[in-house]
């Protein structure tokens, strides 16, 4: 079945413990991408992939951290985790961008307490 | 004003009506529209996409681009209790990774 594989998908952790959260894709997608989602703010685009070992930075980057070794790999690392971070995360992929439509996960809420 | 606008809602329909949600957006290099669907607990899912402007029909959802007005709508016909979920739409400027999403609108149809 092709989809995009969050884990953990819930995680309650203490401020500045740091944490990554994982993504993976069977789909062969070049895109892949990171979003937070909050009442009232929506969808926002933390980080993007177009390709392995090109990533950057999407409209609220601060605090987290990518890396892309590997194509069907994305994770999201929290260095030192804040309150402000608590928020539902969704990773997502694509054949060629916003056009062709994300895949999404099941999505990770994270607690920081 | 924010790049896209969407009303946040929520909706509340009976079981057989015509749904009309709709979005607005500034950005006039916006070329690529589509329309999410996400239902509770679950990630979004692509329901619908548009390029440029003119309609899309799919079955009983119909989406429509007004690039003049800057204006993009999803109709739904015959709405059913299974169409109950939040419906978020989004636009790029070229089949790039900047995916741009309103905040949504909370659909429920009532039996």
């Known amino acids: 079945e092709a989809q995009v594989t969050q884990n953990p998908r819930y995680l309650i952790t203490v401020t500045g413990k740091k944490l990554t959260v994982t993504c993976s894709q069977n789909m062969n997608h070049e895109y892949m991408s990171w979003y937070r989602q909050d009442p009232g703010l929506g969808l926002r685009q933390i980080y993007y992939s177009m390709n392995v070992e090109v990533t950057d930075k999407g409209d609220v980057p601060e605090g987290y951290k990518v890396s892309r070794k590997e194509k069907r790999n994305f994770p999201l690392i929290l260095e030192s985790p804040s309150p402000n971070q608590t928020s539902l995360y969704f990773c997502?992929?694509?054949f060629g961008g916003g056009f062709y439509g994300y895949t999404f996960g099941s999505g990770t809420r994270l607690t920081v307490v | 004003q924010k790049e896209v606008e969407q009303d946040p809602g929520p909706l509340s329909v009976p079981e057989g009506a015509i749904v009309s949600l709709n979005c607005t957006y500034s950005?006039?290099?916006?070329?690529?529209f589509m329309w999410y669907r996400q239902y509770s607990r679950k990630g979004p899912e692509l329901l619908m996409y548009t390029y440029s402007s003119g309609n899309k029909e799919d079955g009983r959802f119909t989406a429509q681009v007004d690039k003049s007005s800057k204006y993009i709508s999803l109709f739904i016909r015959d709405s059913q209790p299974s169409d109950s979920a939040t419906y978020l739409c989004a636009m790029d400027e070229g089949g790039s990774e900047k995916l741009v999403f309103g905040k949504g609108t909370k659909l429920t149809v009532n039996p």
């Open positions: 950005n006039s290099a916006f070329q690529y």
């Open positions: 997502a992929s694509s």
